[in-house]
């Protein structure tokens, strides 16, 4: 109806910007306004029975009607009085309904531009959660953001869940993740008040292990480095996921810097850390460090001997030990919260944690055997696996040096599997295997008519004084366990890729640089890498561009975006959203706005999600004025037309007027 008395009057355009939805402020009279309006305004409710309707549907809980009256009210006299809109937000906050949750996270970002002196945070508050819970995420991301302008943050046990529910999801782990980076830059550059919340640990652990859930070990780097920037101290959680993210990235350096302060928990944690040194191994296997790989098991069978309870926190730098402003993350290794709601899985890849201590899983002592194998050192091999099995007073037919011996049996290497049944003999006398490893042994050199070798193995078998006539037979369960490890010795030697630990070192180089800003050496590293063909991964461009945006080199950043394009084409793939990101926002910040429309058109062809809120936050930030009444007509020349043309694109893309 009011819209057609528009038409009808048709009084300016005066009056129509105030009918839809500029308004008036509160307290004018309909007896001041023009006659046009007065005369429309006859025709509407009047001010107070519109207030006392929206009132009345408010107690009543009419949340759809009472949304209806209120845009009919601010159509003609603006927004209503603060207990109103708190009441409105409050009701919709209670409300299953997601369409009334999305108008009132509308109606928040809305007042926070106009009216600001109408939000409470408590009301926000309420909302935030309602929307978390309800995962209506990008709305829930708005608010949070509108909260950090303010200057104000939900309590702690309410951030936490907030953060908590967020992170159910990827696109939720990647909004969490962005917010939290806003809130520490905040906290940091001191635009807070002094009272406002701050994340505590438990959020941290929340967004990391969701960057390990949905992949994102990148973000998960950047997250782990805003700790040190808040004060905020890592605990027996946070050492498990950054094992995690570390292993990810095969940063190997970085995570050998917390086993010193690991080892020093007490007994009764030390299976806490199962996912930990299982990740360390995993990034010793990765190197092909096979010395390192055994130094920890023999380690980790000694620990139960050796742990400590010292009270102590630690400080673990990340990048150099030598840089003098670089960052320390502070470390309560003994620190264990037992509310945390969220943990991460338990993985047992390599390790196992069974009757007190820790044991190799067959892929673990696949790796292990794999590894000798290759370097030729199987008198070594022997020798550690005597060492492992006399610290697990393991029984002859469980022992690691049993089950290996079987397992080359079953895979066709005989001579290795003879080679160690000699080692055990020439190592200590009194040990002994299981007569089923001799008795299969020599049932394999029989089957092949390796008759020579057979005779050889009887006369060892002699002088260790058994009788291979009582018991020759394997069990079905020893079988299938020999056929087990078997398989898991094959499925290793499948996954080794050449040029895999060069390309882990290279990154570990060029990771050190970067943070060192020794940005030189970090650049001569990746072109030695193109020099040897050594195809950089995400990573490799990822360590480089944080180093580059450290010092503001965005022009470095977009000759290395031009590799990473022919990488992507040449290669036929496309790298993780953290990287696409993470050029983004330094485009943005260079005001490389060709660039940025070709990194955002890349990620929406890929199905990415774009953050547009902090895309728009970040060109606001470095831009806000740029290009804001020019017009092609005024540009000096083509490149400033164009880059106009950029400008506005981005412009219309963000939704910045």
């Known amino acids: 109806m009011i819209r057609s008395l528009i038409r009808e009057k048709q009084r300016g355009l005066g009056l129509l910007r105030s009918l839809s939805g500029g308004g008036f402020a509160l307290g004018h009279n309909v007896s001041h306004f023009p006659k046009g309006i007065s005369t429309l305004c006859s025709k509407c409710p009047s001010r107070w029975s519109l207030l006392g309707k929206l009132e009345r549907e408010l107690k009543e809980h009419k949340i759809d009607e009472a949304w209806e009256t209120y845009n009919n009210f601010v159509r003609v006299y603006g927004f209503v009085d603060q207990s109103l809109v708190a009441n409105l937000i409050t009701e919709s906050s209670y409300s299953s309904d997601s369409k009334s949750l999305r108008m009132a996270s509308h109606l928040v970002v809305r ?20 929307l978390a819970r309800a995962q209506i995420l990008v709305p829930a991301a708005r608010v949070f953001r509108v909260m950090l302008e303010k200057k104000i943050l939900p309590p702690l046990e309410i951030l936490q869940m907030v953060f908590l529910h967020l992170v ?3 696109i939720g782990t990647y ?12 906290l940091k550059e001191g635009r807070v008040n002094r009272t406002m919340t701050r994340p505590d640990v438990m959020v941290f652990n929340l967004v990391l292990s969701a960057c390990v859930r949905y992949g994102a070990s990148l973000k998960g780097q950047l997250i782990m480095e805003l700790m040190p920037v808040v004060g905020v101290a890592a605990d027996a959680h946070t050492a498990v996921i950054i094992a995690r993210v570390h292993e990810m990235n095969a940063a190997r350096d970085e995570l050998k810097k917390l086993e010193d302060c690991v080892d020093m928990v007490p007994v009764n944690l030390v299976h806490y850390y199962l996912p930990f040194y299982d990740s360390l191994l995993s990034l010793n296997f990765m190197f092909n460090d096979i010395d390192s790989a055994s130094r920890l098991l023999l380690d980790l069978s000694e620990l139960y001997f050796r742990g400590r309870n010292e009270q102590r926190s630690w400080t673990v730098s990340i990048g150099s030990d030598n840089i003098k402003k670089g960052l320390k993350l502070q470390f309560l290794p003994q620190q264990l919260h037992k509310d945390f709601v969220y943990k991460l899985s338990q ?3 390599l390790l196992l944690h069974k009757n007190g201590k820790f044991v190799l899983t067959n892929k673990g002592l696949a790796k ?9 050192r199987i008198n070594e091999l022997s020798r550690l696996l005597i060492s492992i099995q006399e610290m697990l007073n393991s029984p002859d037919k469980s022992s690691p040096c049993s089950q290996v011996i079987d397992a080359c049996v079953y895979l066709g290497w005989l001579e290795t599997a003879h080679d160690i049944l000699e080692d055990l003999v020439m190592e200590n006398e009194n040990h002994s295997v299981c007569l089923s490893s001799y008795a299969l042994l020599l049932s394999a050199y029989y089957s092949r008519d390796m008759v020579r070798e057979a005779e050889g193995l009887v006369r060892q078998i002699q002088r260790l004084g058994f009788d291979i006539k009582t018991s020759t037979k394997i069990s079905d ?3 299938e366990h020999t056929s087990n490890l078997a398989s898991s010795i094959s499925q290793a030697m499948r996954e080794e890729e050449d040029g895999g630990v060069s390309l882990h070192q290279f990154n570990s180089s060029i990771f050190f640089f970067a943070k060192a800003k020794m940005i030189e050496d970090a650049r001569e590293t990746y072109r030695k890498m193109q020099k040897l063909k050594i195809h950089p991964n995400a990573s490799t461009y990822f360590y480089l561009i944080c180093g580059y945006s450290s010092l503001g080199m965005f022009r470095e950043i977009t000759i290395l975006w031009g590799d990473i394009k022919r990488s992507t084409v ?6 993780k959203r953290e990287l696409y990101e993470l050029v983004l926002l330094n485009f943005i910040q260079g005001g490389y706005f060709e660039r940025v429309m070709e990194v955002i058109h890349l990620m929406m062809e890929n199905d990415m999600f774009l953050d547009k809120w902090g895309y728009k936050t970040e060109f606001l930030k470095f831009h806000r004025n740029l290009y804001r009444t020019l017009t092609l007509a005024e540009a000096k020349d083509e490149a400033q037309c164009m880059r106009l043309e950029h400008v506005k694109a981005f412009r219309r893309w963000a939704g910045i007027s």
Do not use: F, W
Request: hydrophobic share 30%; aromatic share 4%; net charge positive.
């Open 111 to 130: 007042l926070s531009k106009e009216r600001p002196v109408l939000l409470k945070s408590g009301v926000t508050t309420k909302l935030l959660l309602s």
């Open 168 to 170: 159910k999801t990827e």
């Open 175 to 186: 909004l969490a993740s962005n917010v939290l980076g806003e809130i520490c830059c905040s």
């Open 347 to 349: 993985r047992q890849e």
């Open 368 to 376: 292990l055997i794999t590894g000798y194998k290759r370097a030729g």
């Open 477 to 479: 369960s020893e079988d």
């Open 570 to 575: 040449n290669r036929n793939t496309v790298y």
